[in-house]
């Protein structure tokens, strides 16, 4: 059974960088995608992007100019940074696994229990 | 980016009846490689990560219950719950998952017991 959890900071700054890492058990990080999904209070949910196999990454066209997702094979973890955050960016963020099925990119099958992060003064 | 749209936004339900929730997408989600539909749909409580539901449009998850059923293909996906039971009270989403482009997600249906 894989699992998740995230972790850092629950307040950043205006301006500043969010960073989280994603630790994973129950499988290794260096198949599938590993992903993070942010959802700000009351809202939806909005893909962020996700690091593959060869540490090739994929980012939400609407962060990318903003956003690193990095991996620690030796520590099977995963990490992100956001950086010059603004209110908009307060939300629970979530770490999660998008499975391959059938030989395909899947849906996201494994999530961690998410970590909110406010971004105040 | 593939834009999803739910419908309706909100619906209540009697216990035992059947809730329906509709997703469009503004292109088609089917690849003619595999002939497979990229369309998932999970259910999120309050306080908790959403859970995968359906994949492939209306392969059910391993766990999920009989009840929940996915439908359609291309660009119309429907979720149908039998038998509401009270723990099925959540938001429903919908989302693509078409390889290599931004995975995106419906703005989302809450379902209530009537």
């Known amino acids: 059974q894989v699992q998740l959890q995230e972790s850092g900071p629950g307040l950043v700054k205006p301006s500043e960088t969010l960073s989280l890492t994603c630790g994973v058990s129950g499988g290794s990080i260096s198949s599938h995608y590993w992903t993070w999904i942010r959802q700000p209070p009351g809202k939806g949910l909005e893909w962020i992007g996700y690091i593959y196999t060869g540490g090739n990454t994929n980012y939400n066209p609407s962060l990318k100019s903003r956003v690193t997702i990095s991996a620690d094979m030796s520590k099977n973890q995963f990490s992100l940074k956001l950086t010059s955050v603004a209110a908009a960016d307060t939300a629970v963020y979530y770490c999660a696994r998008q499975g391959v099925r059938d030989g395909y990119s899947g849906p996201v099958d494994y999530w961690g229990h998410g970590t909110m992060v406010t971004v105040s003064s | ?114």
């Open chain 2, 1 to 114: 980016d593939i834009v999803m749209t739910q419908s309706p936004d909100s619906l209540a339900v009697s216990l035992g009846e059947r809730a329906t929730i509709n997703c469009k997408s503004s292109q088609s989600v089917l690849y003619s490689s595999n002939n497979k539909n990229f369309l998932a749909w999970y259910q999120q409580k309050p306080r908790q990560p959403p859970k995968l539901l359906i994949y492939w449009a209306s392969t059910r998850e391993s766990g999920v219950p009989d009840r929940f059923s996915g439908s359609g293909s291309g660009t119309d996906f429907t979720l149908t719950i039998s038998n509401l039971q009270a723990e099925d009270v959540a938001v429903y989403y919908c989302q693509q998952y078409f390889g290599g482009l931004p995975i995106t997600f419906g703005q989302g249906t809450r379902l209530e017991i009537k």
